[in-house]
């Protein structure tokens, strides 16, 4: 398949190279908030339009720059992009509901400095992907952020119920899990003819 | 307070960064880049001293402006900031080193959004004088560094048989290609993570006894 079809776009972005599992970003939230489904989910959505929004930005952002040749704003601009993003996403969420609010915690302002997001906007502009190609590569990566997240939380919320050592609890179990996971991802390795 | 105290309280704020608050092995910060570079003694150790410039540079601005920037938009600010030095970092390493360059990639970019620097700038730098502070960012991000290091060293031997390219176990070595790829820095990190509980475990147990 041509590298360059929407296509394989999408599933490189979401299963082949997640983003999550095999470049390791937006490690701080998938090893925070994935102890319930339920929150896990409303993150993953919250992630995933911040990560559309920021796309569609960067793009604009980006052909601006090269335009007056001041590509060394870049890194700058984004992440203020990025920063505005995600606060109205927060007064939206704390409007609409304050349940979610709660629960999300200090880890929905952190969506800022989730590294997921300002790599969906770096990697698409270093591809060079058109407009479509970046709307598609954002999704697919937004998807597969939710994907691998909810899948932990799954996995996270029966481990409870099961007796592991002392020692192993918390972060260091977690990751071993995502080890196991990754591994199982790169099984998607030959999808889409790479 | 006596001078020698004053001594003592300040190396204690470099030495707390580097284990006590050790930022990736226990406040578990800053976690990306450690799990994603770490393929190699060498990458490792750059990104280690390349996150510990933009960690000092910034946690030295931020604290001699500390008094200037207002509550509300300080986090921002301090954004902003860090994506300044992070940007004059990456210059910096294009000109010293395609090599590095290319084998980091947007890593280096992504320096900006590693919590630990934010973290540190919102939790010492806004609050303490400007040579505390800077000990402080010097005892983090050497911290970072080692912690970085043993990552890399230990993928590096296990999944490739060499330490900073220079083989370690001879010819008939088998490599663990596993620890090179993305799920051997899990399992790496895992149990780094682990050694470290059981460690501090042991301590606790015979300082109780």
């Known amino acids: 398949m041509n590298t360059d079809s929407m296509g394989y776009i999408f599933i490189s972005s979401l299963l082949v190279n997640n983003f999550v599992l095999s470049y390791f970003l937006g490690i701080c939230p998938f090893l925070g908030v994935s102890n319930k489904l339920g929150t896990a989910t409303r993150m993953g959505g919250a992630v995933m339009f911040v990560m559309l929004v920021a796309s569609l930005s960067a793009y604009g952002v980006h052909s601006l720059l090269v335009k007056i040749d001041a590509l060394f704003l870049q890194l700058i601009s984004y992440i203020v992009i990025i920063a505005s993003t995600v606060q109205l996403v927060e007064m939206f969420i704390k409007k609409m509901s304050p349940a979610l609010f709660r629960a999300l915690g200090i880890f929905l302002p952190l969506i800022t400095t989730n590294c997921a997001i300002l790599g969906v906007a770096l990697f698409q502009t270093n591809r060079e992907y058109s407009f479509l190609q970046s ?49 199982t991802f790169m099984g998607f390795a030959g999808l889409g003819g790479s | 307070m006596s001078d020698k105290q004053l001594k003592g309280q300040n190396f204690n704020t470099f030495m707390k960064g580097i284990w006590e608050e050790n930022p990736v092995f226990f406040q578990l910060l800053g976690m990306c880049p450690v799990l994603a570079v770490s393929n190699s003694v060498m990458n490792a150790l750059s990104m280690g001293m390349a996150t510990t410039f933009v960690l000092v540079l910034s946690s030295t601005l931020v604290s001699l402006l500390r008094k200037l920037i207002p509550k509300q938009v300080r986090i921002a600010t301090y954004i902003l900031i860090i994506a300044t030095f992070v940007t004059v970092a990456e210059y910096a390493i294009q000109a010293i080193s395609l090599e590095v360059y290319k084998n980091l990639g947007a890593f280096i970019s992504l320096i900006v959004v590693n919590c630990m620097i934010l973290g540190r700038a919102e939790a010492f730098a806004s609050k303490n004088k400007l040579g505390k502070s800077i000990l402080d960012a010097f005892g983090v991000g050497i911290g ?57 475990q042991k301590t606790k147990k015979g300082a109780t006894k």
């Open chain 2, 144 to 200: 970072f560094t080692f912690a970085i290091f043993c990552m890399g060293a230990l993928r590096e031997i296990i999944g490739n048989g060499t330490f900073a390219e220079i083989p370690v176990f001879g010819e008939n070595y088998e490599p663990w290609v596993i620890m090179i790829l993305p799920g051997g820095g899990f399992f790496a990190l895992g149990v780094l993570l682990l050694f470290v509980n059981w460690y501090q």
């Open chain 1, 135 to 183: 709307i598609v590569f954002s999704f697919g990566a937004g998807a597969g952020f939710t994907l691998a997240l909810v899948i932990m939380a799954g996995i996270r919320e029966e481990l409870d119920l099961a007796s592991v050592p002392n020692i192993i609890k918390g972060a260091a179990l977690t990751l071993m899990i995502a080890g196991i996971m990754s591994i």
